[in-house]
Structures are given as C-alpha cells and as structure tokens.
C-alpha cells in the first residue's frame, strides 16, 4: 500500500507519519487490511528527523501541476492531505493562500481524477468556515459563512471534495477541524496560535499574551486526538458517509478563562499568572467569529471522538513534551 | 457609466440588457443616479437584434484570462455576471462546467482584484446548491450541500465573491435564484427545463412529457421578476449587506401538478392534457434534491419580491410571447 502525506513537516504531518509508521497497515478501498508499503512524505522542506525505509521524502511547491504529477501516481492507494497555510497568513497573503490551500488542492484532486483510481482521501477542514450569526450550538446543517480567507478556500476545498466524491474521482473525507492544542514549539501565523501559547509559554518559564478576553469560547482538540480522528476517518468505508464527505468533528468546549483554571490547577499559581491579556482586535475578529460548541451528530455517529477533559490535554503535552515539569 | 453584462445572448441576459437600455441609468457605488454610457454585451456568440448607440457587443471564450483583460478595464462601474452553463450540461461535461461556471468567475474576479477598481457585481447562484435533508422550508443559515457539480460550482462562486467582497475588491451581490418559468424558446439541458416545457409546449399545441412526478415541488420566479431582481440587486447600497453578500431570492413554491391545473384554468382541459408525466430518474435525482420552498427572510427584509401567483406567470408568458393565443 502507497501514501502520501502532504504538509508532511508541519506539526499534524509529523505526528501521523509517526503513528502510520508505528501502526504498519491501514484498510483499502475494500476494506481490507493492507501493509503500509510506502509512505511519501511531501512538504516544501524536506521532512527530517526520521529512519525508516518505507518513508519516501520528497519536497517542492505543492501548487506546481508538474510536481504533483511526481507525487501522485496509480499506485498511490491514499492521500492525507494536511498542506496548508495558516489562518493569519492567508489573511495577510491573499494569492499564498489562494494557491496553498485552494489551488493546490484543486490540483492535486485534478490530477487523481485524470489518473483515474478513486484513492482514499482524507484533509483537515476548519471551523472557520463559519462566521455570522451564530446559536449557541453549531448544528451539522449550518451554512457556511466563512469571515476569512482561510475559511473561504476550506470551505471551497470542501464543495470540490464532495463532488469528486460524488462523481466516484476520489473517496474523500474532510475533517473539519477544531482548534488543535496543545502545540509544541513556537508561535504561529494561525489567529488561533495563543490557544496553545497560554499552555506552553507558561509552563516554559515565559510570558505570554492572550490577544482575546477570557470569556472567549474555544473549541479543541489534542494532537494525540487529532491524529486518531484522521486516522479513523480513513479506515470508515466510503459507504457509511451517507450525510456527505464533510464531517464537523467533536471537539471539547472550553472559554479561555477555564483554560487558564486548569494550567492554575496542573502547574500553579505562578505559572498561570505568566498569561496577560492584551486584546488584539484583528485575532478576536477572526477567532471571534468561529464557533466554540458543536453538536457533531454526524462525526459521533460515524465513531470519531474528542478529549473529555483540558486538564488531560495539558498533562498530554507536559508528558510528551516537558518530561521534566512532571519531576519537579 | 460602463457596464458589463456576461452571458448576454442568454435569455436572462436580453431581457436585462433591454431592461438596462430602457431604465438608462444605474446608481453607482455612491449611490448616486448615473447614465448608462457603456454597455459591454458579451457572450460566446454575439449578441444579435438590438440597436442602440450605448451598446458594445464583443464576443469570445469567458474563461480565457486574455478575453477578460479586454473586456473589464478601470472604466468599468458594474458588472451582471451570467455567463454559466446549465445544470445537465455541468453534470454531463465535468471539465466545461468548472471552466464555465467556476474558473471564469474566478478569473473575471482575479482580473478585478488587479485593476483594484472594486466595481460592483451582480451574479446569479442556484437553488442547486442545496441538498441532502432538508426541512419543508429551508432558512437562510442552511448549509450548502449541491447533489451536482453544477450547484458545487456556484457554490463556491458565492463563497469566492464573498470573500472576495469582504476584502474589498469587489461590491458583490449573489443572487440565489428560484428556477426561472416560463422560458421561451426550445428546451435546454437544464435540470429544471420541464418547468417551463411543460407550460410552454402544450399552449404551442405541442405534447410535453414532465420528468418528474406531480408532487413535485418547485420553487419559481418569472422572467419579468427574475429581472426586476436582478436590478434591485445591483441598486442597493453595499452597507445594506450586513447578512452576507449571498441572498436566498424570495419565490413562489409550487407542485408540478398545481401549476398544470393553472395550465388548465388559463387553457382549458385540451392543452393541458397535452402534458405527460414519464419519469426520469436522472432528473429526479438533481430536482428532488432541490428544495421547494425557502423563508428567504434576508431577501425579503432587503425589499427583493416574488411573483404572487402562478396564473400570472403563465399570463406573463403568454402576454409576451404568444398574444395570438389571447385573442383566440
């Protein structure tokens, strides 16, 4: 069996070659267990840091129609597809993003309807394809209104994918993603990036900045959660997605407040006391705009799971990440 | 002013240039009143039967980004964009319809965003955007999700012109149309072509076979309305537009079988039953999945109308394009 793993360096890439990898095998269109034979995995900068030898490494633009030709062939069986830029960036740069997550995208599934061979495909989507006036409660029948390009050319890339779908080009699966913390490293372009830096900063020794009021309502993931929920939705047969390719994930809701409640209650005083408020109006515009509960009726139904407790999801990172935090 | 009309030689596309001739004038981004200088009548194959000193007709390939250059320059204040192909045709030729229906609006709109000139726009979306299960009367925070390539493909034309809106490049408005009846002339490849054969045929003394069964809902909006519309879309100031720049058109909902009892009412029982109802399930599928009835609350507060009652619109119809039967 042949993968291919786009956006392979990046932080989700990264982990879900490592769990393939550790895993060996994933279900074919048919639904049979098949041995990862090769894994390709493409990113713009050569992915580093692994030995195996059913790992292939490749790089380059993933909006090139020429390169996407080297990476996709018929004997590729399926595709995850994580490439993208983040949130701010694509608001920042409108033709980066346009071509990243959008052109890219429509290439990559242009050039797997010409092959012909209806792989499995599974890509992360984003709660920022909604926007406006919103209940409560985001139901898995609410419109879409993206306040973003990043949620435009999600939600574009969603329409195309069910089509595909539809018209047998590709088996497709679109995840849509909550906000996924705890992230390890540095901050990033994504206006959802201080989720994870109120956690990791603070448990770091530093500062950090909340560009939105605590009241604000976020809806989360874990890695370790994300990464099985991508995996599960490549291993559902095609024909249990009777309500359609795009899927509104579970999440755990939880306001910003909560959040630095738990970090109090896992590391202590001093280390919550490091998060500082210092509203951005541009972040609270965008993340303002998204939703911070889901009902996800379709994702439960088809089996997809979420993180019960934020507490767990510090104690995950710490564990993974801040082995030593845990020994003093 | 200038104005650009796509998909001119179309039947919605005449009787907008004979109305905007007439009208003479348009309110600009200002909102203040302004002669029609310029009106650039384009489409595949020009534009044939008017006379008029304003008029501009050019013709070409709407897709070709070097056709666009040399029809929208920085003298450009509004653009009726309408060029599509229709549903069947989209769902028959995949590669014609994401050529036609979506990569010329991306184009035409990528040529805008470049002049920087931020023009208004009026374009037509579909009903064909909704599917799946949906309640008796759909509302507008119901989320898209197209049965067809050709309802995937405005879509994410509405998604691209608001964004595209948002950021200022364009003052968009996506009208989301009802199915337009009674057309006159042949049949076309529209899904929801009998909606109008099945009035048009029998008053031309011909037999009309119906694809669908009698219970079938439709949700309709006459020629005359579809225009009227159109206009009151384009004139509406841009600050109005604070629910999104995609408008759910108000409409008129009917059975199939309550719009050929009005056929009978106007006609009489011998034209009538010159309707046969012969099932196709290809068309049933792309109609059933279509809803009859909308709440179009947004429409309605923004002062867009709807026709009132079927016997006019067959009254329209006949009042047009067939006074002889009048006199009869």
């Given at each position: 069996m042949k993968i291919l793993v786009t956006g392979a360096a990046g932080f989700l890439g990264r982990r879900l070659i490592n769990a393939l990898l550790q895993r060996g095998s994933l279900s074919d269109r048919q639904g049979v267990s098949q041995a990862i034979s090769t894994l390709v995995a493409f990113d713009l900068m050569p992915l580093a840091g692994f030995s195996d030898s059913r790992l292939k490494v490749l790089c380059g633009d993933i909006a090139d129609p020429e390169v996407l030709r080297g990476l996709?062939?018929?004997?590729?069986?399926?595709i995850f597809h994580l490439a993208a830029v983040v949130s701010s960036q694509a608001e920042q740069d409108f033709e980066l993003g346009m071509r990243i997550n959008f052109a890219a995208t429509q290439n990559l599934l242009e050039r797997i309807r010409r092959l012909g061979t209806c792989p499995k495909w599974v890509m992360t989507s984003s709660v920022a394809v909604f926007g406006g006036q919103l209940p409560e409660q985001v139901e898995d029948d609410q419109v879409w209104a993206p306040q973003s390009s990043y949620g435009t050319q999600k939600a574009m890339n969603d329409l195309l994918l069910a089509d595909y779908s539809r018209r047998g080009f590709v088996d497709g699966r679109s995840l849509r993603m909550p906000?996924?913390?705890?992230?390890?490293g540095k901050p990033n372009?994504?206006?959802?990036s201080f989720a994870s830096s109120i956690i990791r900063e603070p448990l770091n020794g530093q500062e950090s900045v909340c560009?939105?009021?605590?009241?604000t309502r976020l809806w989360l993931m874990s890695p370790a959660q994300a990464i099985s929920n991508l995996i599960h939705g490549h291993e559902?047969?095609?024909?249990?997605l009777r309500r359609g390719r795009v899927i509104n994930m579970p999440g755990l809701s939880i306001t910003v407040e909560k959040m630095i409640d738990a970090l109090r209650q896992t590391a202590g005083d001093e280390v919550a006391n490091r998060v500082r408020i210092e509203r951005s109006p541009a972040i609270e515009k965008i993340v303002g705009s998204?939703?911070?509960?889901?009902?996800?009726s379709y994702a439960r139904n088809l089996g997809f799971t979420h993180d019960q407790d934020f507490d767990d999801v510090i104690a995950q990172f710490v564990d993974e990440y801040l082995p030593q935090a845990l020994e003093s």
């Open positions: 996709v062939d018929a004997e590729t069986d399926s906000t996924i913390a705890v992230r390890p372009l994504a206006a959802s560009p939105v009021p605590l009241e559902l047969p095609g024909e249990m998204w939703p911070g509960s889901f009902a996800s």
